[in-house]
């Protein structure tokens, strides 16, 4: 038996030993690494853009006298000029990388390009993100909260560069590689149903249908109905399906990616080109004191912070192909992109109306518009909350229909113990 069972899987290893030499395989492989450096080509170009340009947008300006910049003895500018400088220095090698790459095809030569350029890429995300803290917290005053707030906020994208770093690191985990935030529903909600299904096993079942219909299983779980949960396992869907359905996210990811980019790059231009200008003597912001500055500054950073964010995980959705991993980042991404178009929009009203005078309706009349943003955003959302909320309403319905039956027959069998 042992014998048999070893053979087995000795043909088994052979043949998919020959489906990966294959052309097929190889040429699939290569266009697929290939697809991969073009994504991150456009997060290095945008680093790399932003960057240059607030290299010579320097805060705090530059004295009439020399042309030299006022703030350069300041210990937060210098930390700005070299994190600004390696963010850009590093982000250009992977734009080298990636353009060297186009002059051959090999297998093993692109695989090796590719990490070094998604370190490089990294490195110069971390370092954008230090050198926008330290730039804005240069130029504002150190005795108001609003440049520790800064440097809170913008520590943010650290935090989730961090998590998102352990969630990877548990997948390569020994025991299968699953954690329990892959899989939608909690644990408690599928274990007595799913227990004896392998971890790889329940998490593939479970999502085929989960997105779909996502009370079905809640259902399932709270009647323990087998026949749904057989329907949560029925594999009706081919390969060619998933693969369809995968590529269908990644394009998605392609779009979304385009519209972080675009708020990235003028946020992080808009924190050193700061409304109202800096003082000629000591180089900090002229408008510090005034409160819709501080909500200027405040919104600009958690939009480019959001946005940057929103950059590192459709960035880090080329690394792996799931389609589970996929929507999840992709939804994540879709949140955290939403949130800086949010405070993209608020930061451009506080901005202007900074700068406007009080007294005239000009002020107020960018705000209305700006407004305006909100506005499309509710009554386009409201249409699909609509749809969720009475989805909602009609599981809840259905819940308490089952806890009243249950009731009742709990009610009977106590009766009729009694009797």
């Known amino acids: 038996m042992p014998d048999t069972r070893s053979s087995a899987w000795e043909k088994e290893a052979k043949k998919l030993k020959k489906e990966k030499e294959s052309k097929e395989y190889k040429e699939k492989y290569i266009s697929e690494l290939q697809k991969q450096g073009e994504t991150h080509l456009i997060v290095s170009a945008l680093i790399t853009t932003v960057t240059f340009a607030a290299g010579f947008t320097l805060p705090g300006g530059y004295k009439e006298d020399d042309g030299k910049a006022i703030l350069s003895k300041k210990a937060a500018f210098r930390a700005f000029v070299v994190m600004d400088t390696i963010a850009m220095v590093s982000s250009l090698c992977a734009v080298f990388l990636h353009f060297f790459m186009t002059m051959r095809k090999g297998e093993k030569f692109l695989e090796k390009h590719l990490v070094w350029a998604f370190i490089f890429t990294m490195v110069g995300m971390g370092a954008m993100a230090i050198a926008f803290a330290t730039g804005l917290y240069a130029v504002l005053p150190h005795s108001s909260g609003l440049s520790f707030l800064t440097c809170i906020l913008c520590s943010c994208f650290f935090l989730s560069f961090v998590v998102e770093y352990c969630q990877f690191w548990r997948a390569h985990l020994p025991d299968g590689g699953l954690f329990e935030s892959q899989v939608l529903p909690p644990r408690w909600l599928l274990w007595n149903q799913l227990s004896g299904v392998d971890g790889r096993m329940r998490e593939r079942h479970v999502w085929e249908n989960i997105l779909e219909e996502p009370f079905l ?160 955003f509710i009554l386009e959302y409201f249409q699909n909350w609509r749809g969720m909320i009475s989805g909602m309403v009609r599981a809840l319905g259905y819940l308490d229909e089952l806890f009243s039956e249950r009731e009742r027959t709990c009610s009977k069998r106590i009766h009729i113990e009694k009797e």
């Open 217 to 376: 299983l809640e259902a399932g779980a709270y009647e323990r109905d087998r026949e749904i949960i057989k329907q949560l396992k029925k594999e009706n869907e081919s390969k060619e399906d998933k693969e369809k359905r995968t590529s269908a996210l990644q394009k998605q990811g392609e779009t979304h990616l385009i519209v972080s980019a675009l708020i990235t790059t003028v946020t992080y231009a808009a924190g050193f080109t700061l409304p109202g200008g800096y003082k000629e003597d000591d180089g900090k912001a002229i408008l510090s004191k005034k409160a819709a500055f501080g909500a200027f500054v405040v919104t600009d950073t958690i939009a480019m912070v959001s946005s940057l964010c929103t950059v590192f995980l459709h960035f880090f959705m080329t690394m792996r192909k799931r389609e589970e991993f996929l929507a999840k980042h992709l939804v994540w991404a879709f949140i955290l992109t939403m949130i800086g178009m949010g405070a993209m929009a608020i930061a451009f009203a506080t901005g202007l109306y900074a700068v406007l005078p009080h007294s005239s309706a000009l002020s107020f009349l960018t705000c209305i518009l700006c407004s305006c943003f909100f506005l499309s």
